[in-house]
């Protein structure tokens, strides 16, 4: 901009110079003054072509200056995502919400061995992982210091539960050993009529199907994943249900 504003200044000057030799008190001008005038108003054209000429150039640097913005606020964006890459991918799940267990997809494999022995595999349902962007709605009160990858570990570790509890359900009663059969017998024990249709799990599954702590921070995690609509609780019996959504 400062080689405009020279231009600018030196074309004031000249049509100053140029008003005081067309002083209108002077009934003649002497040929002189004329050719003087003339030099000057050619000099002045010549600065209004090269003050075009700069106008233009500035034009074109404002315009390759407004794309570099451009670039960079997307390198930004792009240095962003690079530095908040989530620990956890969600899972799409292909069942729809709150679809009842006998609705789900089963495969059966039927192995033929020396007992005959019928293997069930059945699809168990897994809570998704929790979005970055889901996260960054979930007040500021409510989540504390807990980070985006502690909740999904959470989330992670709740699915074991789920995944350990129900694939004892899903095997005949007489192939389980003594202790699994204490467990599917408490499993049974804990299921009511609202939480049939549906996976869920206590606070006794945490601890002994995923080795997790139920501590205070583990409440504040299940509080955040009831805000995000990924379970419901169901009080009763002196045990509180974690149902899966």
């Given at each position: ?203 006794e599954d945490f601890r002994e199907l995923a080795q997790m702590k139920v501590d205070k921070r583990l409440q504040v995690i299940l509080n955040m994943l009831r805000h995000c609509q990924r379970l419901r609780e169901l009080r009763g019996g002196g045990i509180t249900r974690y149902i899966l959504l």
């Amino acid at each position: 901009m400062g080689d405009l504003e020279t231009l600018s200044c030196h074309i004031k000057e000249k049509i100053s110079f140029i008003e005081c030799l067309l002083d209108l008190s002077i009934a003649e001008v002497p040929q002189n003054k004329m050719n003087k005038l003339k030099q000057e108003l050619d000099a002045l054209e010549r600065l209004l072509m090269e003050f075009e000429k700069n106008v233009g150039q500035q034009k074109k640097q404002l315009q390759h200056l407004k794309a570099l913005e451009e670039l960079f606020q997307n390198l930004k964006s792009l240095q962003h995502l690079k530095d908040n890459v989530p620990g956890h991918i969600p899972n799409i799940c292909p069942n729809k919400e709150n679809e009842p267990l006998t609705n789900q997809s089963t495969v059966t494999d039927v192995e033929s061995t020396q007992h005959h022995t019928v293997k069930i595999k059945s699809y168990i349902r897994e809570m998704e992982f929790i979005t970055l962007t889901e996260f960054e709605r979930i007040p500021r009160y409510m989540k504390g210091r807990l980070s985006y990858d502690q909740i999904n570990k959470a989330v992670e570790n709740i699915n074991t539960a789920v995944v350990a509890k129900y694939n004892i359900f899903h095997q005949p009663l007489k192939t389980l050993n003594n202790h699994a059969r204490k467990l599917y017998q408490r499993f049974k024990d804990q299921e009511t009529k609202d939480t049939r249709g549906h996976y869920f799990v206590v606070e006794e599954d945490f601890r002994e199907l995923a080795q997790m702590k139920v501590d205070k921070r583990l409440q504040v995690i299940l509080n955040m994943l009831r805000h995000c609509q990924r379970l419901r609780e169901l009080r009763g019996g002196g045990i509180t249900r974690y149902i899966l959504l």
